[in-house]
Nanobody
């Protein structure tokens, strides 16, 4: 069965960095689009970054452009989210998502509706 498990969250000071990992199992990541989303306290879940299956398209939220990067290792079935210059407003539960398609990804909760991880908490605070 399809499973996504995030890890790497924690407490970090403003200006710090973290790298989140998402381990995929039950399927081969190569022909799937992947995405990272987050949900802050009292907020709706929002898209952060997504990457299409052929690395052909990456979509960013304006709030993270230049600070966050998405990467994937299809051989290891892993997805990563690199986060730099973290700010308190980045505090959220971060989720990875996957969709079995070779279409260009869309940074949309509804588009990625089928497969989600359980989330990992990132707290940015001094």
């Amino acid at each position: 069965q399809v499973q996504l498990v995030e890890s790497g969250g924690g407490l970090v000071q403003p200006g710090g960095s973290l790298r989140l990992s998402c381990a995929a199992s039950g399927f081969s990541l190569g022909n799937w689009a992947i995405g990272w989303f987050r949900q802050g306290p009292g907020k709706a879940r929002e898209g952060v970054l997504c990457m299409s299956s052929g690395f052909s398209r990456t979509d960013y939220a304006d709030s993270v452009k230049g600070r966050f990067t998405i990467s994937r290792d299809n051989a290891k079935n892993m997805v990563y989210l690199g986060m730099n210059s973290l700010q308190p407003e980045d505090t959220a539960v971060y989720y990875c998502a996957a969709k079995p398609t070779t279409l260009p990804c869309r940074l949309s909760v509804d588009w990625f509706r089928d497969y989600w991880g359980q989330g990992t908490q990132v707290t940015v605070s001094s």
